[in-house]
Every structure is written in C-alpha cells, then in structure tokens.
C-alpha cells in the first residue's frame, strides 16, 4: 500500500509540476502577445485627387476709340494702343480716352497655350476703294514679366480670323505672379474707306492645355 502511496503521489506530482510548467508558458505567450501589441505598427493612407483646370479671364475687354476721321491731304490714320498708356493717333482726330490694351488674365491652375481669332481682317473691316492703306495688326506683350512665351511675342502681326487664330503664347504661365498679358491694337485707316459710321469687330482668346 505505501509504494502505491508514492506512486500516486509521485504520479500526482508530476503532474502538479506540468501543469505549472503549462501556465508558465502560458503567461510568457501572453506577456509576448502584449509586448507585440504595445509595439505593433499600423499603415494608414491619405489619398487626394488633384483636377487641372483650364480658364482664362477678360480682365480688360472693351475699347472704344469713339468717332474721328483721317485728316484732309492724308491717306491714312495710324490709331494703336500701348498697354495700360495712352494710345496714340496720327492723321486723325480720334478719342484715346477709352481705348488702352485688353487684358486677358490666366486664372486657371495649368499652364495654356493662347490663340487669337478675330472676325474680320483690315480688309472686312474697312473695305478700302483702293485696297491700299489700310492695317489691323496685334500685339501681343507681357504685363506681368514672364507670363507668355511665344514666337510672336511683341510682333505687330496681322489679325487671323481663320478658325483657330494665330497661336502667340506656347506657354501662358497660371503663376499669380505672372499671369497676365496685353493684347494691343494697331489700326490703319484708310482715307477711302467704305465702311462708314460705327464699326466693330470681336476677337475671341482660345485658350488650351499647353501640357
């Protein structure tokens, strides 16, 4: 009976002894699992989607020379604006007050290439008897430095009124530092011209993704 006694009791012992050695190793993974979750790292993402936009404003779009007529013994009128200066007229006598460079301005956030399209050419507009003496060029400049690039930057061309214009900036910049340009006007009237009272002509600024 004695050596069953310890039989049992050793029996027992050992496994009082595995399951003690079973919550040991219990405790560690858990101490483990804590440990991982104190020190985990976790990954977040922000994503933004950013739209381009293509606008460009009129911030000058009006001018008016008012009536005049091209002086006795000349054959022509030189009539031309000079940005925000006064404009200038020779041989003739009309009105500067109202008439100064349009503005267009780039308010998009791209840059834009920039056409210019007129509805009438110098020969729609004054329809000379002679065809001689008679002009309607633009300008294009900047009035703010570096705002277009461009071939035909500060170059006196004739107005295009085929579809699409004449592109004169390749690069507008959208830049609030350098964004805005002027648009004169140079116009020469000849002496014989038939279209008589009040004449008007609109041009249209194209504007696209200069990529």
């Known amino acids: 009976m004695e050596i069953k006694l310890i039989n049992i009791i050793t029996v027992l012992s050992f496994i009082s002894i595995l399951i003690i050695l079973i919550n040991i190793t219990a405790v560690f993974i858990k101490i483990s699992d804590f440990k991982k979750e104190m020190t985990g790292k976790a990954s977040?993402?922000?994503?933004?989607?950013?739209?381009?936009?293509?606008?460009?404003?009129?911030?000058?779009?009006?001018?008016?020379?008012?009536?005049?007529?091209?002086?006795?013994?000349?054959?022509?009128?030189?009539?031309?604006?000079?940005?925000?200066?006064?404009?200038?007229?020779?041989?003739?006598?009309?009105?500067?007050?109202?008439?100064?460079?349009?503005?267009?301005?780039?308010?998009?956030?791209?840059?834009?290439?920039?056409?210019?399209?007129?509805?009438?050419?110098?020969?729609?507009?004054?329809?000379?008897?002679?065809?001689?003496?008679?002009?309607?060029?633009?300008?294009?400049?900047?009035?703010?430095?570096g705002s277009c690039s461009g071939e035909l930057l500060n170059v006196w061309t004739d107005v295009n009124k085929t579809n699409g214009g004449t592109k004169y900036c390749t690069q507008f910049s959208s830049l609030n530092t350098k964004d805005e340009i002027f648009i004169d006007v140079w116009l020469k009237v000849p002496y014989d011209a038939s279209n008589l009272g009040a004449l008007s002509d609109t041009l249209t600024v194209i504007a696209s993704s200069a990529g």
Do not use: C, H, P
């Open 44 to 145: 977040a993402y922000v994503n933004l989607s950013v739209s381009s936009s293509v606008t460009i404003n009129m911030t000058r779009d009006t001018m008016d020379w008012g009536s005049g007529r091209v002086d006795s013994e000349s054959t022509n009128a030189i009539l031309y604006t000079q940005g925000d200066a006064d404009a200038n007229v020779s041989n003739g006598n009309w009105s500067v007050n109202n008439a100064k460079a349009f503005v267009v301005e780039n308010v998009g956030s791209v840059n834009v290439s920039l056409s210019l399209q007129n509805a009438n050419n110098a020969s729609d507009f004054f329809a000379s008897a002679s065809g001689l003496n008679q002009e309607y060029k633009l300008n294009v400049s900047n009035k703010e430095a």
